[in-house]
């Protein structure tokens, strides 16, 4: 019975020592993750405050890390025929269309997207467009480089027309003919005169969420180190009879 009750103890032991020691390293993993965070969205912000590009700093093919967020002014014309309403977008709280439009680079050679802004939907009319203001003519942009814009989830459906749920590059690239920049650029500054909101969500570390799950990590390792000595020292003592 003695060597059964020894075999149970370091058995029990064993797994004791084997979960904390994988939630602290789970809770340190998670902890290292959320100081990531915080120094890339600190970088975010530093950029955010440079001086902006030109038109010719745009890159190519993948974008740099480095040129995310980066403030930009580009001169172009709109090629508005291939204006799109990315359907089912927030702006401080409501539904609407994120308003995406090409411009041909000066020089012709180079076009990129250009997130204008966001619009209301006419929920009685779905298929009614906003009226978007798109002059003639060179025109100059300020914004910041960014990432396409971001893709939700969507039911099989079409994927062309004016009314979208997400834009994928190369099928648009192929569809207008454009030599379009694996990047976009999100317009800034007052859209009045669009008849656009650009009051763009800033972007967030998201760290909180994993310094959330750190602590969840930790308090589950505390958590069994104190039922592992309740279970294996102090219950079998307060049980055991007076000598």
């Known amino acids: 019975m003695s060597t059964v009750r020894t075999l149970r103890f370091w058995i029990i032991t064993f797994a004791a020592v084997a979960t904390v020691g994988a939630t ?9 993750r959320g100081r990531q965070r915080e120094a890339l969205h600190a970088a975010i912000a530093q950029r955010a405050l440079l001086p902006p590009l030109g038109s010719a ?6 974008p740099a890390a480095d040129l995310m967020h980066r403030p930009v002014v580009v001169r172009g014309t709109w090629a508005a025929q291939h204006t799109v309403f ?9 539904q609407g269309f994120y308003v995406v439009t090409p411009l041909l680079l000066e020089g012709g050679r180079r076009a990129v997207l250009v997130e204008r802004g966001w619009a209301p939907r006419n929920f009685e009319r779905r298929e009614q ?11 100059e942009i300020r914004g910041r480089i960014a ?10 459906g079409a994927v062309s027309g004016p009314i979208r749920q997400n834009l994928d590059l190369g099928r648009f690239a192929a569809e207008t003919g ?3 920049l694996a990047v976009a650029v ?10 656009l909101l650009r009051q763009w969500p800033e972007p967030a570390s998201g760290a909180g969420k994993n310094y959330g799950y750190a602590f969840q990590w930790w308090a ?9 000595v309740w279970f294996q020292f102090i219950a079998p003592r307060r049980k055991a009879p007076p000598a």
């Open 178 to 180: 454009l030599p379009l």
């Open 24 to 32: 602290l390293a789970l809770g340190a993993w998670q902890l290292d």
């Open 57 to 62: 700093a745009l890159p190519g093919g993948d």
């Open 186 to 195: 999100r317009q800034t500054g007052d859209g009045a005169a669009d008849g």
């Open 129 to 139: 467009l906003p009226p978007v203001a798109s002059p003639p003519g060179l025109v």
């Open 220 to 228: 589950l390792a505390a958590v069994t180190a104190i039922l592992y």
């Open 86 to 94: 990315l359907d089912n977008r927030q702006m401080n709280g409501r």
């Open 147 to 156: 990432p396409l814009p971001a893709k939700l989830y969507e039911f099989s």
